[in-house]
């Protein structure tokens, strides 16, 4: 079963670094599109970070220069390094990935369940 599981969330105080990670599983070949979304109590869900074969190709305006996603094609994981956290940074947030499975099937914008991130002032 294909699964796309988030860690790496927690209580920060703001200023601090935390750095989330997803990862694939269930016949995974390689992960191209990847994306963290985020959703805060009340709030729509919005795109945070995305990239396509482990290139960055945009940042929400929000998190430029403190967010960076990447990631590790060995280990089917993709990763969202967030520094300088403000507590506007508090969500929940979603990994959301394009993945080749060993069938040769695509599943394109396959969920994962996501982790809390809260930082307090």
């Known amino acids: 079963q294909v699964q796309l599981v988030e860690s790496g969330g927690g209580l920060v105080q703001a200023g601090g670094s935390l750095r989330l990670s997803c990862v694939a599983s269930?016949?995974?070949?390689?992960?191209?599109?990847m994306r963290w979304y985020r959703q805060a109590p009340g709030k729509q869900r919005e795109l945070v970070a995305a990239?396509?074969?482990?290139?960055?190709?945009n940042y929400a305006d929000s998190v430029k220069g403190r967010f960076t996603i990447s990631r590790d094609n060995a280990k089917n994981t993709v990763y969202l390094q967030m520094n300088s956290l403000k507590p506007e940074d508090t969500a929940v947030y979603y990994c959301?990935?394009?993945?080749?499975?060993?069938?040769?099937?695509?599943?394109?914008?396959?969920w994962g369940q996501g982790t809390q991130v809260t930082v307090s002032s």
């Open positions: 959301n990935a394009d993945l080749l499975l060993s069938t040769g099937r695509w599943l394109y914008a396959y």
């Open positions: 269930g016949g995974i070949l390689s992960i191209n599109g």
């Open positions: 990239a396509i074969s482990g290139i960055p190709t």
